[in-house]
């Protein structure tokens, strides 16, 4: 264990944000000394040693128990507005493993684009977004931090500025993210209203019901911004246009680590802010409104990934369908704890990270091939590209949460949490059972993929295909964790039940 | 005399309905734009209502960030319909409808 | 309750009376649609081109610069404001008053650079080098 | 002596590391790999030999070495267990591994069959699953082991997989003994699932889990402990009576000779098919906790010795003859552990395994020299031009037919002893006792009707007047296996000891734990649990002893002289006919193959027919009805996505609106 004293430079706990943070700058200052350069290397380069920095600061702080409740307990920084805990770490390091993954896969999919460092510094800015996200305590925190990652995500969407499917993408995912944060900020302001604080803890403290109906529409309007950053339903709807549109990377990028940092803020603020106990007594059962998200969320999500034939729109589907079983995390809290389930939840993100993000990898690297977008045009890919291909199986089946892999596990530990929860209310049932049949018909289009690739014959004929590095390194590197991810989910479990713990209990 | 709390939120309601219901019929991307930018102001006059009414300045300080926010948002967002409208020569927002389904 | 009667008939009635001489005239005056009649009015003058026309980019540029830059300012203005009382009440040293701002100010100074270095601020001299200025602005 | 259990594992992995070599370089090396199988089986006796000796020490081994399934309920492990009965489990199974592999090479090297590589691949891989199996610490890894070797029985009997005959032998023996393992699982599971352990030894085992919930009268599922744990132990015993080929499915071990001579010898008589009488051995314990469980045990047993010996003396191919004198000699060794003579059982299943091995070997000895004829009736007058091969084979009949003084008789005496002596007390062991001894008259009659037919009389073809030479490679397993299955009784010579008052049993006290031993697995425990009532005739143990001795020696010396009558003449006949209407039955093996047929076809497949129609049309149905039914509901769903943006916001609105509705109701925020 490293000793590690943050009592006098508390700030510095932000390390893994303000690492990506600087990058971003850094890539800016880069690109003022010449703008006109392209230097490729350099600038894919400066973005992943960023990421693997930020990555290597967040792990060195868990190893260092940085905000475990051992050295001290979580870290409060400028009066309560952000926080650092176990749960901030863990989904820093989500995000910047996904931001590592997308640079290195970026390097080979943006090569003949112009905009490079430009490019690199949005994502990285966004990156720094969902990072303080993780670690924000305060609605204005986390609204700001919000907006940081969202911005850069609409214009990484339309980067493709002459491919009118990333222009549609990106005017779709502005406006109905203008309009959820809108809603967001809104909802903000009628919770201000009825408690007078925005920071999460003064909140609680001010819950005095006396403006129920009030603090019900803003808490109702709160969960609308989290359904938007998360693609739930009934916010989903940029979500199939926008992971369609995009670059790949950005897909993956957004699908993964965006998903991640709407549900950290998702986990803490209902944790926090609004402890179910005293908003079931104001009559804001905010579990039961997770409850229909989920399941509907789920439904919808796997029900549309069926019949799609555009390979990148059934990944943003069932990407929906996923955020659906990431909610059951909060559906299924009950008044008696739930950081188990509130834990399986967090695991579920950490697995999705890599999972998700491989699969819409794989995607980018067929669109470097060109080889088309529909499953047919998939067909018989592993005979020339194996090593992908079996990186694609091992993403598919985790996806879909076939035993040896780390989707499995998550998946299941959601399950139990949710069977758990169901002793205290039944409606947990029907959560659980939802999960069950969708992850049965998820199977269904995922291992259409799978046979696409390995067991259908090419319908045209191909040129042998490049082995771009950085894509393959990325894809490689996701399918070696999601896999090796089971053995070392001992530690991750236990991770993602200390931070659940701290914050539940 | 002094304004009752209940008048700044229905206020803020209207308004917060005007701008959505601009977001539902307005079919220019500008329009819908501002149709948003208004209902952000909705909250920003229920935050400084509300500041008033508690007597504590966060209110106050968060419109603040939302308005900088708002103008940073109005920044990308025109930038998307300036694309937008070099594609499909047009600012309509419904046009856009290839991807669907 | 009772002030605010006069004010909503007040509002009633500024509505009403637009409203109901528009009628009036709606109902009273005929309609013979000629084209000179409907042909936009613009002051004497013989209209020319469409109602759209394209502005240079650049003044899209600049004004983007500036509303960003412009309500960063809203930002400086609750530090300002709490500046020198904070000092005078000696809890706060002056780096940890003046440093964050300084950091902000330099990261704005930053994207400012950037901005500049790219072109953003640089005017073109003629609409037709907007178009063919913004293929070759990146090789 | 210390560190001499830090090698155990290496026992088993010697094999598996032959395994692989043979699988990647089999056709590379001189003799296809025999080499490294024999320097592994060799290694692993060696060590085996050195365990036997810590043993002897005083000391023993029971350590957990993975954990690979962690849970809160349960952990599952790879452990490793060595006292007195592995450790000499294992010596015998390495022996024997050894000698088959050097015998494999005249066998099977020298008489040039092709496929070699793939055969020493396998053999390997029995040797590593069989000696894994036996060190197994847990029952969850003895089942994995259980399967292995099953997997390697399925293998090797399909050696000649290009002939009609071997695969669907193998295929034979795999379902049937499958068949008993789905109930071993069972019970695996239901064992794992009651008292959270698996593992046979230590502080957490299941058999002290399973005393104490008899101790404090606990119940499980509705039943009481006593009840639970006699059908726990039933469930496993299902396990061992499809691998012991124990009545109503040992079917399959006949046919099992479908597969190179080597391999019954090895897996089909000494080692595999002793798997499931070691089990019951190593978890002897847990069904001393259950008298019904022994009472089952023994009378399974003692009928599968006399039936198994019936049908046996009516078999013309020497293998088959062989084959159901396994099947009813590990007949008597249930016999033996159902009726609490826990030594007796081990020590037959010892003495068993060294004669067995040298009758398969002689077997596949006598086959080199006929030109690979099995059957007895074109033999003939083989004694004098094999000699090496007729002394040998003829001191493992004498021990298989159970004459003094060789191994056989010891043990089989002292079983029968065991037996009867229980039955005295407890008449209704008198019928297996009864059995037991019916079976020892056709043990001596089909052994030497054996003998006789091989190697006596004049020749009766001109393959046997002019028989293949041996190798020095098949002759010195013969001889080490000949002069072990005279000798090894001295083990245990329980009788003499009894009468003279000298000590010699070293077997009980070795599996006593006057050595080293693992807690809770010793005999006196075993016996103190069973709690088993004895009595003797005329209340003398002396009398019981020498009466039950000559009574078995006669029979078997009866049986022996029948066939010398019958058939040690020059011209021998078969007397079949003689038996009448009785002949077709044995020849039909009582018609057990069709029974098992009309079984499957009769009653399973009419019933399979059924299921797969109401399968066919009911379940998928309504599977595929609800695959319709979703993916047009996801052709419905999928529409809602218009590409209108505006569509969007007004959806995304409209969802709001209804949940707020909703909530506001259900939270009476608007009252």
């Known amino acids: 264990m490293v000793v590690f004293d943050l009592s006098e430079w508390t700030w510095t706990a932000m390390g893994p944000a303000l690492v990506l943070a600087l990058t971003a700058l850094a890539l800016f200052v880069f690109d003022s000394i010449n703008p006109r350069s392209t230097n490729r290397p350099v600038v894919a380069g400066i973005a992943t040693v960023g990421s693997l920095a930020s990555l290597g600061v967040a792990v060195w702080y868990v190893l260092a128990g940085v905000g475990h409740p051992d050295t001290g307990g979580a870290i409060d920084l400028f009066g309560g507005q952000l926080v650092v805990d176990q749960m901030a770490l863990f989904f820093m390091i989500v995000v910047a493993v996904v931001t590592a993954l997308v640079s290195i896969a970026s390097y080979d999919y943006m090569r003949d684009h112009a905009y490079q460092a430009e490019y690199y510094s949005l994502m990285l800015l966004a990156a720094t977004g969902m990072s303080v996200m993780a670690a924000s305590n305060s609605l204005v925190t986390i609204f700001i931090a919000l907006e940081l990652a969202s911005l850069p995500s609409y214009a990484l969407v339309a980067i493709l500025k002459d491919n009118k499917g990333s222009v549609e993408a990106g005017l779709k995912y502005f406006l109905i993210g203008a309009l959820s944060s809108a809603i967001f900020v809104y909802g903000i302001s009628l919770v201000y209203g009825a ?59 957004l699908s993964s680590a965006s998903k991640a940092a709407g549900f950290v803020i998702a986990f803490r603020v209902f944790t926090t802010a609004f402890p179910l106990e005293t908003m079931t007594d104001f009559g804001v059962d905010w ?100 090593i992908a291909c079996v990186a694609l199986a091992i993403f598919m089946f985790s996806l879909a949460g076939i035993p040896p892999f780390g989707g499995f596990w998550s998946k299941y530990f959601l399950f139990t949490g949710a069977l758990e929860a169901a002793t205290v209310n039944p409606a947990l049932l029907v959560v659980a059972a939802a999960l069950v049949v969708n992850s049965a018909l998820s199977l269904y289009y995922y291992s259409r993929l799978v046979k696409a690739v390995w067991i259908e014959d090419p319908v045209l004929e191909r040129e042998t295909l490049t082995q771009p590095a950085g894509l393959y390194a990325a894809i490689v590197a996701a399918a070696v964790v999601t896999v090796v991810i089971l053995p070392g989910f001992g530690p991750v479990a236990e991770l993602a039940y200390d931070a659940a713990a701290m914050l539940v209990g | 005399m002094t304004v009752g709390i209940e008048y700044y939120v229905l206020l803020s309601a209207a308004l917060f309905c005007i701008g959505l219901f601009g977001v539902l019929t307005r079919r220019n991307a500008l329009m819908f734009l501002m149709s948003v930018e208004l209902m952000l102001n909705a909250a920003n006059i229920n935050l400084i209502a509300f500041a008033f009414y508690h007597g504590n300045l966060t209110g106050q300080v968060f419109a603040l960030f939302t308005m900088a926010l708002a103008a940073a948002e109005v920044a990308v967002g025109l930038g998307i319909i300036l694309v937008l409208y070099r594609n499909f020569r047009d600012v309509d927002v419904t046009v856009p409808s290839a991807m669907r389904w | 309750m009772n002030e605010w009667i006069a004010i909503g008939a007040l509002a009633f009635v500024g509505l009403l009376i637009p409203l109901g001489m528009m009628a009036v005239s709606y109902l009273l005056r005929p309609s013979v649609p000629e084209t000179s009649k409907r042909a936009t009015y613009e002051s004497g003058e013989v209209p020319t081109g469409g109602t759209r026309i394209r502005f240079n980019i650049q003044y899209y540029m600049v004004a983007l610069l500036f509303v960003v830059f412009d309500i960063e300012t809203v930002l400086l203005f609750p530090w300002a404001v709490i500046y020198r009382p904070a000092l005078e009440s000696g809890q706060v040293t002056l780096l940890e008053a003046l440093g964050p701002m300084l950091l902000f100010v330099a990261i704005l100074l930053v994207g400012l650079a950037w901005a500049w270095r790219n072109g953003a601020v640089q005017w073109a001299k003629s609409p037709h080098r907007v178009d063919s200025q913004a293929e070759v602005d990146r090789p | 002596m210390v560190g001499a259990f830090e090698f155990a594992p290496a026992i088993a992995l010697l094999p598996l590391a032959a ?70 489990m294992l010596v015998i199974v390495s022996l024997v591994a050894l000698l088959v592999h050097v015998f494999s090479m005249g066998y099977m090297n020298d008489e040039g069959e092709t496929g070699l590589r793939r055969y020493y691949a396998e053999l390997g891989l029995f040797t590593f699953s069989m000696l894994a199996f036996v060190m197994a610490d847990n029952l969850l890894m003895a089942f994995i082991f259980f399967e292995l070797v099953g997997l390697c029985s399925y293998l090797l009997i399909g050696f000649w997989f290009r002939t009609r005959s071997a695969p669907s032998a193998a295929k034979k023996a795999f379902l049937v003994t499958r068949f008993g393992d789905y109930f071993f699982l069972l019970g695996v599971v239901a064992i794992g699932a009651t008292f959270g352990t698996l593992s046979f030894a230590g502080d957490a085992s299941f058999v002290d889990a399973a005393a104490g919930a008899i101790d404090a009268g606990e119940t499980f599922h509705g039943f009481s402990a006593e009840t639970w744990v006699t059908i726990l132990g039933l469930l496993v ?33 000494a080692t595999m098919v002793a798997a499931g009488v070691y089990l019951v051995a190593r978890m002897f314990g847990f069904y001393a906790l259950s008298p019904t469980a022994l009472a089952i045990i023994a009378f399974v047993g003692a009928f599968t010795a006399l039936f198994a010996a019936t049908m046996g003396v009516v078999k013309d191919d020497i293998k088959q003859v062989l084959a159901y004198s396994t099947i009813s000699q590990y007949g008597y060794m249930m016999l033996g552990l159902g ?319 209804a949940l707020l509705v909703f909530f506001g109701v259900y939270g009476g925020w608007f009252v």
């Open chain 4, 339 to 657: 009726v609490g003579g826990y030594v007796a059982g081990v020590f037959h299943l010892m003495n068993h395994a060294f004669f067995k091995a040298l009758l398969f070997l002689g077997a596949g000895a006598v086959i080199i020299l006929m030109h690979h004829e099995q059957d007895m009736w074109k033999m003939g007058g083989l004694k004098d031009k094999a000699p090496v091969t007729y002394y040998t084979f003829l001191a493992g009949a004498l021990a298989l037919a159970g004459i003094i003084p060789f191994s056989g008789f010891w043990s089989k005496d002292e079983i029968l002893f065991d037996a009867i002596i229980l039955g005295l007390e407890e008449p209704i062991f008198l019928v297996a006792y009864a059995m037991g001894l019916l079976a020892v008259f056709f043990t001596g009659f089909y052994t030497f009707r054996m003998v006789f037919l091989t190697f006596h009389g004049e020749p009766r073809t001109d393959a046997a007047r002019d028989p293949h030479p041996l190798g020095w490679n098949v002759k010195a397993p013969l001889a080490v296996l000949g002069v072990l299955a005279l000798v090894a009784g001295v083990a245990n010579l329980a009788p003499v000891a009894k009468l003279t008052g000298v000590d010699i049993v070293f077997l009980e006290h070795w599996l006593d734990g006057e050595y080293g031993a693992v807690d809770g697995l010793l005999y006196s425990e075993y016996t103190a649990t069973a709690g088993l009532e004895t009595a003797y005739i005329a209340g003398s143990e002396t009398i019981t002893l020498i009466a039950a001795g000559v009574l078995a020696l006669g029979l078997a010396l009866g049986g022996a002289g029948l066939a010398y009558v019958l058939y040690n003449v020059p011209e021998p006949k078969a007397h079949t006919e003689n038996l009448g209407q009785a002949r077709e039955v044995l020849r039909s093996n009582y018609y057990q193959d069709e029974f098992q047929v009309w079984l499957a076809t009769g009653v399973t497949l009419p019933l399979a027919r059924a299921a797969d129609r109401f399968d066919g049309s009911v379940i998928d149905g309504v599977v595929n009805g609800v695959s319709s039914v979703s993916l047009f509901g996801s052709g419905g769903m999928k529409r809602l996505q218009t590409g209108v943006v505006t569509n969007y916001a007004a959806l995304i609105v409209l969802g709001f609106v």
């Open chain 4, 237 to 269: 015993l299902g396990g061992v009576i499809g691998k012991s080929a124990q009545f109503p499915l040992h079917t399959w071990l006949p046919d099992a000779m479908e597969g190179p001579t080597t391999v019954s010898a090895l897996i089909h008589a």
């Open chain 4, 19 to 88: 395994f692989v070599v043979a699988l990647l370089f089999g056709d590379y090396l001189p003799k296809k790999g025999a080499y490294a199988g024999i320097l592994a089986t060799a290694g692993s006796l060696a060590l085996s030999l050195w365990m036997l000796v810590a043993v002897f020490g005083g000391e023993a081994y029971n350590e957990e070495l993975y954990d690979w399934a962690i849970g809160e309920e349960i952990t599952f492990h790879f452990g490793i267990l060595i006292d007195p009965l592995s450790a000499l």
């Open chain 1, 195 to 253: 408690t007078g604080h925005l920071q999460l803890e003064a909140i609680a403290a001010n819950l005095d019901g006396e403006y129920n109906g009030l603090l019900g529409v803003g808490v109702l309007m709160l969960i609308a911004g989290f359904a938007f950053k998360t693609a739930s339903v009934p916010f989903h709807f940029w979500a199939p246009e926008a992971y369609e549109g995009a670059p790949a990377p950005i897909s993956a990028f």
């Open chain 1, 287 to 386: 579990a039961l409104a997770f409850i229909i998200l989920a399941i509907v969320t789920m439904t919808v999500g796997n029900f549309a990934a069926a019949t799609q034939n555009n390979v990148k729109r059934m990944l943003a589907y069932s990407s929906v369908g996923h955020a659906g079983y990431a909610l059951i995390g909060l559906a299924a809290l009950t008044v008696d704890g739930g950081e188990l389930v509130l834990g399986a939840a967090m695991m579920h993100l950490l697995v999705y990270g890599f999972m998700n993000t491989g699969a819409f990898l794989f995607v980018a690297l067929a669109e470097y091939w060109g080889v088309g977008r529909t499953f047919e045009d998939y067909n018989g890919l592993a005979r020339q590209a194996p």
